[in-house]
Structures are given as C-alpha cells and as structure tokens.
C-alpha cells in the first residue's frame, strides 16, 4: 500500500506541475511538448526547489507505455495508400535527409570525442524532424494549403516509418555490440518477414472479426479489443526480439485499414495524450543543468549542425525529387528541428545502456532550441526564397527549372510497364514470402507436432510435406496470375515488349517450381527423376485448375476488401449508394464496332477474346437480325455491328485487337451501359431483343450460392452474362469465371426478357 501512496503522490505531483506549465505554453503559443519537458525538470531530483518525485522507475515505465501508445496512434494514421499516394518526391527528400544526417551526425559525434555507439545513435536521433512541432507551426502561420507544407507532411510519414526501422537496427547494433554486416542484415531480414506476415494475417483476419462481432462493439468493448490487441502485438514483437514500439505500430496499421479505425483513434487519443504526457515528463526528468553547462559548446555545434544539416539536405532532396524552388525552400525552412522520435530513440540507447548518461539532456536541449526557432525560420521562406532568386546565376536557375521539367516528363513515360509493374512486383514479393512462411511451418511446426504425437520421422515428414504442398497450391494459383488487361496491352502494342513479359511470366514459375522442389526434397525421399516429374505436376495442376483458382480467388478477394475496407467504405458514402442504388450500368461503358473488311483468317479467335481483356461483347447486330450474348459460335462476318462492353481502358485495348484483326469504324462515341438500355425503348429494336441489367441478391436458399460463376451455369440456364459482383464494400466488374458467388453478394447479371422471367418464376429476383 505504501508503494501505492508513493506511485500515487509522484504521479499527482507531476500531472499538476504538468497542467500548471502546459496552460502557460498554450498561453505563450509554445509547442506543449516544451511544457511537458519543463514539467519533468521541475519535478526531478535535478531541481531542488519544488518537491521532487519519490520513485523515478515508476514514472519511466508509465513512459515507456507512452512509447507503445505514441507508435500505436502512429499505426493508427499509416496507411499504404497514403504513401502511395504520397509520391516519389516525399520518398527522394526523406531518402537524401536521412542518410545525410545519420552520417553527418555520426561524424559530428566522432570529431566530438564520443564512442562509436553515442556516434550512431546520435545520427539517428539528428536525421528526424519533428511531425508535431511542423504541424503546430503550420497550423498557427495557416500554411498546410501550400505546395511545399503538403510535402513536407508527405516526408514526415515517410520518416516515422523510417524511425521504426532504424530503431530494429540499432537494438541490433546494440546487443551485438559491434556492426556485422551479415548480421544486421540477417536481422532486417528477419523483422522485414515478421512485420509482413503479422501484417498479412492481420488484414486478412482482423477486419473480417470486427464486422462480424460489430454489433457487440460499443466504445468500451471496441478500446478494450484494440488495446488487446495492441498490447498483444508488443508482447509478440518483444516475444520475437524486436522493440515495443514495431509490435504497437504494427497493431496500429493493422487496425488503421479498417472502418473502425476513425472510432479506435478516437478512443485511443485521450490514452496517448496522457501516456504521452507522461514520456514526456520522464524525459524531462533527465535534464541535468550542471551537465548541459559542462556541455554547452557540444549543444551550440550539435544545434547549428542540426539546423543547417536538415535545412540543406531537405532542400536538396526535394530539388532531386523534381520540385521547383520555392518548394525546396518551404520545405528546407521548415524542416530545421529534432523532436519527438529523437527522444524516443534516445530512450531506446538508455534503457539498453548503451549510450552516455550526458547524450540525453544534450539531444533533449538541441530539440527545445530548435522547436523555439522552427516559427522563425518558416515564416522567413519567402524572403531567402526571393533572395535566392535574386542572387543566383539566370543559367542555375534555368537549369533547376529544366530539370524539374525534364524530371516530370521521365515519369510520365510508358505508364503501362508502370502500372504492369505496380502490380507484378507486389503481388510476386507478397506470394514468395507467403509461400516461404509455409515451407517454414511445414518444416518447424507441422514435422515437429507430428513427431511429438508419436509419429516416426519419416512418416511425419511425408505427411508434413503432404500438407505443406496443399498449402502452397492455393498461393502459386495466386502468383501465376491469369495474363490481364495490361499485359495484353502490352504484347500488342510493341513486339519487343513480348521478351521481358514472358520472362516476367517464367520467373514466376520458377519461384513457385523452387518451392515445391524444396518441400519434397527436404521431407519425402524420393528418386530425384521422380522429384522433378512430381513437382513439375504440382505446379501445372496449381496454375490450370479451375479449382485452386476458386480458392486463390476466394482468399485475394477477401484480403482486397479488407485491405481497401476503409476507402471502398468512403467511396460508398461519396457516392450516396443506399441499399437499392444501381451503380454498374453507370460504370460500364458500350462501344459499337462496324466491320467493314477481315483482315485474317479465323477472327473470331481475336475479335471474342473478351476474356483477356475484361470486356464483353454484348450483342452482334448483322444486317436486322441480333444476336444476343454471342459466343464464337456467332463468327464475325463484313458490315456486322459489334456491340462491346467494358470499362473505358479496356475498350481502348480491345480497339488495338480489332484493327489487327480488321478494317473497323466506330459507330458512335461511348455511353454508359445505362444510357444504352434506356436508349433501346426509343428505337426500331424489338422487344425480345433488348438487352436489361439487373442486380440478384443471394441468399443462401438460391441455386448458385457457394458456385462459382462457371458452376452456377447463369449462362446456359438463364441466357445471361454475370458483369459484376457488389460483396460489401467491394465491387468487382467482370469477375473472374472462377469467382465464388456466396450469400450476401449482389449479383449483376446482363440478359433478356426471357432471362427476367426465368428469375421471376424460380425467384430469384423479386
């Protein structure tokens, strides 16, 4: 009870100093972190005058826990879409800052006299500028409109990502006490796979629980999930010998794609507020004055090499990345602090003891100097802006305009590779590391279980590698992905694209082919001849059958909406969809095609090869007569009109196939498949030949619930063409003839009078 008393005493002596400094900081229009500094000073042995705290370690635990809540809010606000949405120029500017500074403060501390390891942390703590001090800064001179504000936000993100990783590094560097390449190397390798897997199982199952257990979730049940899982997480990272902070900030963005994560930041804010407070406080409570004197000429060099370091590289990363030059200097203006992330891994040096005691008080004075003249600098960018414009050379500043130019032209070439490339390399990275996390669980978890339940060895390996291949099926369907629009594009637009695409292709094949051989080799013994013949199956049976791409279908569907669960979610509200909101005959588009002249033989094989580029063709009118929904069987002949559906891209690749297959005009410019069946009613076509669009909603008593769209037989049965699939807050236009239909899904099919009324009589739709 008595620790009690004292946890409780320090606690209120701190929290009213701490509210008495921060009202006056709120008053004098100061950053509250300075509050919270000052705050700790006072409480501290290190000023005598006020009462000071009697058990420190307490305050410093409640800190680190505000460690775990500051990384878990910054979780919170990360999101791949928003770095993707961030663009290279963030990423080159933080790149250039980073790797100057850390390099510029390692040398700093060298020169100074200090070891190697004060070295290196103090160039970690140097290379991050602070994201709330910017924030407070542009939020009071009402600057987050400008151009060069919105970027520096942009390499702020990137930094904080950046922070995380290199306290992974520097933990490492610390235990081992000595810089191995291999195995540091070894050790980013290792965190790079747990943060993908924890991330990967995360999105796929987490997003999934909440929405099904959404109706248990009030605000208390929802901070209590989300603080479990928080605090799960760093126990797993710890578990795993990485940092409380990567396990909270994994738990953090996990739950940041989700359409509870506004409520969860919400909740959660208040927590972090007062932990963070409480960080803040104990860092303050290490501000020694006696040690700041004996180090006031290392603080002055430590301030002017921070300003004029970070000031310098954030100007010229953002002139590399393209930027104009008023851009580059808001930008270098601004960023000429240290802050938070600074004391964070100054706390990491403390609490493995491995830096000096002096490094913190003198990082912590660098950071209140810096935060104090940030205002002052910001406010000064369009003065050295037109100072600069006024005293460099006209042919400096010719050549910064031309580059900038040059720059943006480079990255608008041949956005098709780009987008082909935006997609294969995540989607090949993502399926090797899932299918190297199963051969591990076969050979570390499956072998082992199964020996530990009496099995001999060699049946348990058999049986291990048995199940270890089943698993991978799925993942190489996954990989091998079906040749798409993109990809057709590409081999009709330029022969010598056709070379890198099946390379592309057969890398693939062989990394899944390396997989399967690796398995069976390590745990069935088998002839080598019959080793290749069996893999070699595997692999053909995964890529082919319609089966594993059910299922791989099934799983990539489910991961992309959970993935995208909070911007599909957004979108929906844009658009004002309520339940009985058509959206799909407003997103597809008709093109009409006259065939004036065949240009080869059997066209049919190019001019219905809808599949590969995800269009459809709708209906064939030749001379009066139309022909609905057609297949090959319809062929193609000279003066038909074709009738194509598809999304506009789309349509424009099928174009490139027509003219290689025919002399083609277009009819008329594109509308939307709405228009078209609208326009129907007030033309000469008959009844029997207008096309309707309507949307099913499947319940579980309906014939092709749990079919796939090849096995509900819609078309042969009904006469109609599945165009699109409403699951949630996922669309899907031209669904894969492999997807499954599953209850809750709204069905968008395309057919005839006769297929609204065989729906009708068996009730399918209403």
């Known amino acids: 009870m008595e620790h009690l008393d004292f946890l409780i005493r320090d606690l209120a002596l701190v929290l009213v100093v701490a509210g008495i400094t921060t009202v006056i900081f709120k008053k004098i229009k100061q950053p509250l972190v300075l509050g919270y500094l000052l705050a700790g000073f006072l409480t501290s042995a290190n000023f005598s005058i006020l009462p000071s705290i009697v058990d420190a370690e307490n305050i410093h635990l409640w800190g680190e826990l505000g460690v775990i809540f500051i990384m878990f809010a910054l979780g919170l606000e990360f999101s791949f879409h928003k770095i993707a949405n961030i663009g290279g120029s963030a990423i080159v500017t933080a790149s250039t800052v980073i790797t100057a500074m850390v390099f510029i403060g390692y040398g700093t501390g060298m020169l100074l006299g200090w070891s190697r390891m004060d070295s290196i942390f103090l160039g970690g703590m140097l290379s991050m500028s602070s994201t709330m001090i910017i924030l407070k800064a542009y939020d009071e001179l009402k600057l987050k409109h400008k151009k060069y504000a919105q970027l520096v936000l942009g390499t702020l993100i990137i930094e904080d990502v950046v922070a995380i990783f290199m306290m992974i590094v520097l933990s490492t560097i610390s235990v081992s006490k000595d810089v191995s390449g291999l195995e540091l190397g070894g050790q980013i390798g290792k965190m790079l796979l747990y943060l993908i897997i924890w991330l990967l199982l995360g999105i796929y199952l987490i997003p999934t629980l909440l929405k099904r257990a959404t109706k248990y979730l009030n605000d208390e049940t929802l901070l209590i999930v989300s603080l479990g899982l928080c605090l799960g997480m760093v126990v797993i990272a710890n578990y795993m010998g990485f940092s409380s902070a990567l396990g909270a900030f994994l738990a953090g963005s996990i739950l940041a794609g989700t359409v509870k994560a506004e409520k969860i930041e ?146 608008e070439k041949d956005l098709d590779w780009k987008e082909y490339l935006s997609k294969y390399i995540p989607r090949t990275v993502i399926t090797t590391i899932i299918l190297l996390c199963i051969y591990m669980a076969g050979t570390q978890v499956f072998v082992p279980a199964l020996c530990n339940y009496g099995m001999n060895l060699k049946y348990s390996k058999w049986i291990g590698g048995a199940l270890t291949v089943v698993l991978m099926t799925p993942v190489i369907n996954m990989m091998s992905y079906r040749r798409n629009i993109i990809y057709t594009k590409l081999w009709l637009k330029n022969k010598t694209n056709r070379l890198p695409l099946l390379v592309f292709r057969s890398f693939r094949i062989l990394v899944s082919l390396f997989f399967v051989l690796m398995t069976i080799n390590t745990m069935m013994d088998i002839p080598v001849w019959i080793l290749w013949i069996l893999a070699l199956i595997i692999v053909f049976f995964s890529v082919k059958s319609d089966f594993m791409a059910s299922n791989s279908i099934k799983i990539e569907t489910r991961f992309i909406a959970n993935f995208n669960e909070r911007i599909l979610e957004k979108k929906k509200k844009e658009r004002g969809i309520v339940k009985n909101y058509r959206w799909l005959d407003e997103t597809l588009l008709i093109e009409q095609f006259e065939i004036q002249k065949i240009l080869i033989d059997e ?109 509900s037989k819609i078309k042969e049965k009904y006469h109609g063409f599945v165009i699109g699939i409403d699951r949630g807050a996922l669309s899907m236009v031209g669904p894969n003839k492999n997807t499954q239909i599953i209850e809750g899904d709204v069905l968008w099919v395309l057919g005839v009078e006769t297929t609204v009324d065989k729906f009708l009589k068996e009730g399918i739709l209403n």
């Open 603 to 711: 066209p049919e094989k190019s001019i219905y090869a809808r599949r590969k580029l995800g269009i459809q063709i709708i209906k064939v009118i030749r001379k009066d007569h139309h022909i609905n929904l057609p297949d090959m069987k319809a062929g193609v002949r000279e003066g038909d009109i074709i009738v194509v559906m598809g999304k506009k891209n789309n349509l424009d690749s099928y174009e490139m196939i027509l003219n290689n297959t025919a002399v083609v005009t277009r009819v008329e410019e594109q509308f939307t498949l709405r228009d078209y069946t609208y326009r129907q009613i007030f033309t000469s076509t008959d009844k029997e030949n207008h096309l309707l669009c309507m949307a099913v909603n499947v319940t579980n008593q309906c014939e092709f619930c749990n079919k796939t769209i090849q096995m």
């Open 266 to 411: 919400e909740l959660v804010n208040p927590i972090k507020d007062f932990f963070g407070a409480v960080f803040f406080i104990s860092v303050g409570m290490l501000v020694d004055p006696s040690l700041i004197v004996k180090y006031a000429g290392p603080i002055l060099l430590l301030t002017i090499v921070t300003i004029v370091g970070q000031m310098t590289f954030s100007f010229i990363g953002v002139l590399l990345s393209g930027q104009t030059l008023r851009t580059a200097v808001g930008a270098g203006m601004s960023m000429v602090q240290i802050g938070e992330f600074s004391f964070i891994i100054a706390s990491l040096g403390t609490s493995l003891g491995v830096t000096s005691e002096f490094l913190y008080p003198i990082v912590v004075s660098v950071s209140v100097i810096t935060t104090f003249t940030t205002p002052m600098f910001i406010k000064k960018s369009d003065a050295v802006y037109a100072f600069l414009n006024k005293v460099l050379p006209k042919t400096t500043l010719k050549t910064i305009k031309q580059y900038t130019s040059d720059k943006q032209t480079e990255n």
